[in-house]
T-cell receptor, first 109, second 114 residues
Framework: EDKVVQSPLSLVVHEGDTVTLNCSYE??????LLWYKQEKKAPTFLFML????IEKKSGRLSSILDKKELFSILNITATQTGDSAVYLC?????????FGSGTKLNVKP | SAVISQKPSRDICQRGTSLTIQCQVD?????MFWYRQQPGQSLTLIAT?????????ESGFVIDKFPISRPNLTFSTLTVSNMSPEDSSIYLC???????????FGDGTRLSIL
């Protein structure tokens, strides 16, 4: 059965901390892995990863994929309260996305 | 990326009634999808809305319960029929304009059934 597993399920940190969110997957016919940030209702797209070992970076956020070990990490450095959200990992295979259960991040002032 | 308008943004409905959710995109897109996100859960794909033909439903979802229309490349509706409290969820429309590209989501509809 195809699945995407995220860890931890929730995380509480203080502003300025660095966090690492994990996503492992077992999905047949893997094509790409995506990270989304969900603050209220609509997930917003962060990164799409298709190749191993190539880091994607946007400001304080970065992500990398390991297709051999079947996982990805999302790093957030110097966290801010605005980073508080649920971070979703999704894996695409032939037009269907499989979503993980998300990591709920709470950044305290 | 495409601008996606979804409405209503929220509703409170009575048991046994039906509600239609609309998803409008500001440009033509190839793929449109409907997801459900139950409280504290991740996103579950309900169906792929196909333009000009019947939607493709995922296991556990049926057309009688979740009829979908997609009359053109910019618009789709999802109806939640004969609602029960278990249907209380956020319903999300998403679109993709090319194969193997990120999906983008509408703002979602928060549905509560009393």
């Amino acid at each position: 059965e195809d699945k995407v597993v995220q860890s931890p399920l929730s995380l509480v940190v203080h502003e300025g901390d660095t966090v690492t969110l994990n996503c492992s997957y077992e999905v047949t016919n893997f094509r790409s892995l995506l990270w989304y940030k969900q603050e209220k209702k609509a997930p917003t797209f962060l990164f799409m990863l298709t190749s191993s070992g190539i880091e994607k970076k946007s400001g304080r956020l970065s992500s990398i994929l390991d297709k051999k070990e079947l996982f990805s990490i999302l790093n957030i450095t110097a966290t801010q309260t605005g980073d508080s959200a649920v971070y979703l990992c999704a894996v695409l295979n032939f037009n269907k996305f499989y979503f993980g259960s998300g990591t709920k991040l709470n950044v305290k002032p | 990326s495409a601008v996606i308008s979804q409405k209503p943004s929220r509703d409170i409905c009575q048991r046994g009634t039906s509600l239609t959710i609309q998803c409008q995109v500001d440009s033509q897109v190839t793929m449109m999808f409907w997801y459900r996100q139950q409280p504290g859960q991740s996103l579950t794909l309900i169906a792929t809305a196909n333009q000009g033909s019947e939607a493709t439903y995922e296991s556990g979802f049926v057309i009688d319960k979740f009829p979908i229309s997609r009359p053109n490349l910019t618009f789709s509706t999802l109806t939640v029929s004969n609602m029960s409290p278990e249907d209380s969820s956020i319903y999300l429309c998403s679109v993709g304009d090319r194969d193997n590209q990120p999906q983008h989501f509408g703002d979602g509809t928060r549905l509560s059934i009393l």
